[in-house]
């Protein structure tokens, strides 16, 4: 039984970190080099929230920013915290950020996390 139960741990935890680097942002510089759109595909949630952060191109990027995550969902705390920090990064470079594309069960969970953590 606890070589069973070590098992289902180890193998959840594989499928964790494989899934955590499923993540991509798609950078697309508009025709003018005035604004960026970063389009998130994946699963966001802890595993996966150093990554996301990584993705940006902070000092570069013009002062509009759009972060698409139509094809992302937020999982937990986590990511609203990962979010923040990339919003926060982008202020340091007086950058606006707009996120777009959330469901309604992640546009929920982002309003009620972002600033508090």
Same mark, same amino acid.
Request: charged letters at 20%; glycine letters at 10%.
């Given at each position: 039984?606890?070589?069973? +139960?070590? $098992?289902? %741990? *180890?193998?959840?935890?594989?499928?964790?970190?494989?899934?955590?680097?499923?993540?991509?942002?798609?950078? &697309?510089?508009?025709?003018?080099?005035?604004?960026?759109?970063?389009? +998130?595909? $994946?699963? %966001? *949630?802890?595993?996966?929230?150093?990554?996301?952060?990584?993705?940006?191109?902070?000092?570069?990027?013009? &002062?509009?920013?759009?972060?698409?995550?139509?094809?992302?969902?937020?999982?937990?705390?986590?990511?609203?915290?990962?979010?923040?920090?990339?919003?926060?990064?982008?202020?340091?470079?007086?950058?606006?950020?707009?996120?777009?594309?959330?469901?309604?069960?992640?546009?929920?969970?982002?309003?009620?996390?972002?600033?508090?953590?």
């Amino acid at each position: 039984a606890i070589g069973g +139960v070590g $098992g289902v %741990l *180890f193998a959840s935890l594989l499928c964790a970190r494989r899934v955590a680097h499923g993540i991509h942002a798609e950078r &697309q510089l508009s025709a003018g080099g005035d604004a960026v759109r970063y389009v +998130v595909r $994946g699963p %966001l *949630f802890f595993g996966s929230s150093n990554d996301l952060f990584e993705h940006f191109d902070y000092a570069h990027d013009p &002062q509009d920013v759009t972060i698409d995550l139509t094809h992302a969902q937020i999982w937990d705390a986590s990511s609203v915290a990962a979010l923040d920090a990339i919003e926060n990064r982008y202020q340091r470079y007086n950058a606006r950020v707009k996120i777009t594309g959330l469901d309604a069960r992640s546009s929920d969970f982002h309003q009620r996390l972002s600033g508090t953590l």
